[in-house]
């Protein structure tokens, strides 16, 4: 492609920083007790709209596999442990069962899970200003993923970076702006809107696949990401929740002392329900078919009382 | 209500349980190696006739909260730990996160789950005739929950006994036949049709939240479910997947020889998508709100490979 | 017996307690940086006649069996999962493994287990007056169970109540007095020294295996264990270490305001190496025969650095 | 050091293996429903003899300490949760409690533990020739890890093998032969005999210490290890168990189709009580400053019925 795109994003200040987090903050909007964050903005009419878009009656999962080896992303692997095989038999005759155990960390770069309100605190406060004893050793008291046990349904926009710039994923480091943002939704001849959900594509997943998985941290090889400064776009245009690969994190940021500052802004400042460590590689190829990159969306965390997130499993329908 | 109600069906033979599994059987129908079962009665069409119930937006989750507490009907509670909360300085500086764990089995009965098609055996098979010995201590080979990866999407129709009989839930022991079934579905002006997803309520959940949860088991009081004979309806109208509170068995069984009658046909004979131990407590006021007994489902199991049934939160969307 | 048994003890108001807590209280004895408490009492020479002890060469535990269903004191049952069988064709050929995995409480009321001193606070301190925030979501800072990693050799003396008392077991609620324990030793033959480990049986597990577990915190039925007071003892004889079947304390307590009050005299004054929840029904059978009532005793935890506590299986020897 | 050492062994067939197999078999030697092996060596005169071992009153862990981090050699990480800390209320009021959890597998090459005579099955045989289908999805019928359960006390006898050859440690690939074994006995001026523990060093652990975990499977570097024709000699000599930092295998081994032959001889034909993966680190400090390389040692697994090993923390006592 012809179009020179600038893979990292002007280093901010940690003043500039402060700004922001308080420009995009939607501390009290809501009410001191809000536990929904920007979902509040995803209405009745939204979810309407949203199921106007099943129009071919696909369905396609953005969750990755569960991952049950330990690799240089995967420090805490599932454990998933068979309790009876058909080797037992059963006192009470007919038929005979065979059952299973999952034990999985809730957060974790190759377990694709929902974040809590409670998920995230910067400088000592949770969103909404709530203080960080709310977490303790025996849960979350508020703002926990039970916020979300009816699900999170609506519209879902689809930006695939990757697409926009003609590669098969960004490299780690690289930071997507909002000016590029809004160039793929150009592209795509879509609009991030008011109670969408922003689905958003590094090929995170797909390097992963491709060139297996690698440390994405501080300490390793880091990730692609967006720039901190494109939060203002999804606290103008209203948006309701945000699913990525990857974590939407650019590691290292290009925030002054802030190491991942989408979560900071996102969750503390934003209350935004955030997800991790999704796949699109079954997804891009039902848009590319279906020609489209908007299509209803259905997830739903685990009703887990006190949980800062959950394991799940996002279904896209077109 | 003056309607006088059959709470036991007629007992059935063992012979006439054999004739009946052969006649719900759907072994080979969809080819030596399907793994969904009546999911395949579930088309494109059905998804957007599904969507297209979508009128007033409500979404309302079909799940118990997790049971962390160990009880008569929970042998197995789930563990939930908080593994970081914020008395933890990270290294990377700001912001801090809070992280937590869960360890669930992926049956039980009063864990909101679906089952995979391997989780059954009768008389030595699993739904098609395939061996026992599919499922090992590493897993099972095929027919595990990943077939359902992409998640149900299709139209639920509730039918709710209670509300039918005009009681607050059916007792432990009593059975719910064909023609009750039926009865339901006028009272609510539904049908039950090809690719529907069947909710079942016997208020099971809600006599556990009024009374206190009770061993449901053939060791305790039993509890609610269906007629084996009623399986014919569900497989004549071409049913596609089966959400019960309970399990959808009456215990004790009215089947001879055969304990979990329900469980045999519905996932070894007829290869039926099933779960177990829902709650609708919250779903009937939507339905009685919106006075209509049908609405969209959306149920996604996590992706694990391997597993014979995995916790999930389904969605109805009104 | 003739013997009139005191089986309460006189009630101790909050500041006589508080008297007793500066009396037997250890901080600072051993330096400000202890984390062997009591054990510094355990010298070599003691390790050496300990083991002069071993005369016919028996060995016995002192362990109650893992208990993986849960129960009236049971709340977190220990998870046993077989991970591989013999059903699985190993790539490796020839030999086939099988396998398993535990998970468990460190603590609680029926898994033999012993306390680390940074389990305990009382008013806000550890043992030698640490602050509560060396123990974190992390694990313990200081005083965690790899104190005790060398493990607990030495002179094992069983005062068994029961017996001295002529009956099975003391009920919940009764509590042995400084005097009962002097009188268990004169019956005996044996004294309580410097540097030994005192065995104290109350029959609590016998009572369980005759008439099965029961919930003995303050919303069941109690417990049996020791007066308050006692500690004194425990204190002049400049014992090292405590193994009771129950945890040692009377439930309810006999001291005004403090619920566990052999945990906080015990551990946070004194520095105590304490542990819960064993069985001597195979021990009083040894001792019996032997006729007597000392042996050499090694115990050891698992090394789990940050842990508050350890599962293990204390062995005496004859 | 001017002596030659041979660090491989000779190759061995299949059929050799086979002979060596009968050879040094135990299978019914103690009857046909034997669960303690080589523990029956292990007589009470014995354990009044390996207390006179304790002179100098000093005792040492033989464990590693538990691993909670993924590595090379750690697929199964530890799980170590912090359950509740200080930041919890107790509605008992004081004192207040710190608990944590540990979740682990029972085996692994970097979790100090003893192996249940079940763990090995060798052609679809385990020890005494019980049938492999003894071991289910329900843990195992027989020879689990409570035929241990009173504890292993014997004298212990190190042979401290990069000690004879004056090397830290062996390096992956290289055998100990039955000759290098009999060098170390007279080097240090011991012997092993009717019923002792043998505690054998490759330096498997210092090297870990040193240069990091290493995979030491057949897809990584391999391990050191004894050849397969010495377990003649513990046959012999009667040995009765086995206490090794690695496993006791050289891997590549030396046999012709058996990978792991030291487990197939030592577990599945001889009964022998094996341990795998401890560290000697701190033993052979103390080895050296007392001069001698015999002592007591007091093991004991958690009690744990159907396990097919368990956790364990050896300790050595001078």
Not at 10 to 20: D, G, I, V, W
Not at 86 to 98: L, M, N
Not at 272 to 282: G, T
Request: aromatic letters at 8%; charged letters at 20%; a negative charge.
């Amino acid at each position: 492609m012809g179009r020179s795109v600038k893979t990292s994003a002007r280093p901010m200040s940690a003043s500039e920083f402060e700004k922001l987090f308080q420009e995009v903050s939607n501390w009290e909007r809501w009410g001191p007790n809000d536990a929904r964050g920007t979902l509040n903005y995803l209405s009745p009419s939204h979810v309407r709209a949203a199921a106007a878009l099943v129009r071919s009656g696909r369905s396609v999962s953005l969750a990755i596999p569960i991952n049950k080896v330990a690799g240089p992303d995967n420090a805490n692997p599932a454990i998933h442990h068979m309790t009876v095989t058909y080797d037992t038999v059963w006192s009470h005759g007919e038929p005979a069962f065979s059952m299973d155990y999952l034990g999985c960390a809730c957060h974790g770069d190759c377990h694709t899970h929902i974040d809590a309100l409670c998920h995230i605190a910067y400088k000592g406060k949770l969103y909404n200003g709530k203080p960080v004893n709310s977490v303790t050793s025996q849960g979350a008291k508020i703002m926990d993923i039970t916020a979300y046990a009816h699900g999170i349904v609506g519209r879902g926009v689809l930006l695939d970076i990757p697409r926009l710039r003609g590669v098969k994923w960004l490299e780690p480091g690289e930071a997507v702006t909002q000016d590029e943002l809004e160039e793929a939704e150009k592209a795509e001849g879509v609009r991030l809107g008011e109670g969408d959900i922003f689905v958003f594509r590094t090929g995170h997943h797909r390097r992963r696949l491709e060139l297996g998985a690698w440390n994405n941290g501080y300490d390793g090889e880091g990730k692609a990401g967006l720039d901190a400064a494109s939060m203002r776009l999804l606290h103008e245009r209203k948006v309701a929740a945000f699913l990525p690969d990857g974590d939407g994190e650019t590691v290292p940021s290009n925030v002054e002392g802030v190491a991942y500052p989408i979560h900071a802004l996102q969750i503390a400042a934003m209350g935004m329900a955030c997800s991790d460590s999704l796949q699109f590689e079954e997804l891009v190829k039902v848009c590319e078919e279906e020609h489209r990159w908007e299509f209803m969306i259905v997830a739903a965390p685990l009703r887990l009382p006190g949980g800062t997130g959950s394991l799940f499993n996002p279904i896209a329908i077109f």
